[in-house]
């Protein structure tokens, strides 16, 4: 079946810095969504991308649909504390379902 | 709007009891979805609905899961009789029909974190 890889699995960064995470696919897919979910809630959409090669922003994040339609990156500018939850991508291939990757464990030092 | 609503956020019952999980969808919302977080696999999903009708159930583990819909403001998912590796969150999410992808768009309830002894 279809599947996502998302990477990296983790990441301990430093307030100030800016993260870079990514999801691959060997399925093409027709929507990419990126989501948040911090502890005790359930995941929070972020950016939702619908056409090859589109980039959005949403404040400090930035996302973009890979021309192959088989990928999806994340960037989050000049991370702060409250930047920490684990983040998922999801692919929609017009199967009436999302795949989600594993997911990707932000931690920020102050 | 108040989000998608889940009840009860928690549950603690014993292996063989019958559990029943609840979800209110956005209003207006065609699509729900209902899902399992573990650990170890991720968030999974087992069903989901359009207009009330059961769209696709292959992800629920076997037949001691059941989700109903009976009008477009309420979702049970029932787990009868429950085992400790049923111990997972269930999140129920939903989705509006769009004409340029937007029911793709799934939001989220707060989940039920379920523990089965």
């Known amino acids: 079946g279809q599947q996502l890889n998302q990477s990296p699995q983790s990441m301990f960064i430093q307030e100030g810095e800016d993260v870079s995470m990514n999801c691959t696919s060997s399925?093409?897919?027709?929507?990419w969504l990126w989501y948040k979910q911090e502890p005790g809630e359930g995941p929070v959409l972020l950016i939702a991308?619908?056409?090859?090669?589109e980039l959005t922003s949403n404040g400090r994040l930035t996302a973009q649909f890979g021309i192959t339609r088989k990928d999806s990156f994340l960037n989050i500018s000049a991370s702060i504390p409250s930047d920490v939850g684990i983040y998922f991508c999801?692919?929609?291939?017009?199967?009436?379902?999302?795949?989600f990757g594993q997911g990707t464990t932000l931690q920020v030092k102050p | 709007d108040a989000g998608v609503i889940q009840s009860p956020r928690h549950e603690v019952t014993e292996m063989g009891q019958e559990v029943t999980l609840r979800c209110k969808p956005i209003?207006?919302?065609?699509?729900l979805f209902w899902y399992r977080q573990t650990m170890m696999r991720g968030l999974e999903l087992l069903i989901y609905?359009?207009?009330?009708?059961?769209?696709?159930d292959s992800g629920m583990p076997e037949d001691r899961f059941s989700a109903k819909m009976p009008n477009a403001s309420f979702s049970t998912l029932k787990i009868q009789p429950s085992e400790p590796r049923d111990s997972a969150v269930y999140f129920c999410?939903?989705?509006?029909?769009?004409?340029?992808?937007?029911?793709?768009?799934?939001?989220f309830g707060p989940g039920t974190r379920l523990t089965v002894l």
């Open positions: 991308l619908y056409k090859a090669g």
């Open positions: 999801a692919g929609h291939a017009n199967t009436g379902k999302l795949i």
């Open positions: 999410a939903s989705s509006l029909v769009g004409g340029r992808g937007e029911e793709n768009e799934q939001f």
């Open positions: 399925s093409i897919f027709n929507t």
């Open positions: 609905f359009n207009n009330n009708v059961p769209i696709d």
């Open positions: 209003s207006g919302h065609d699509y």
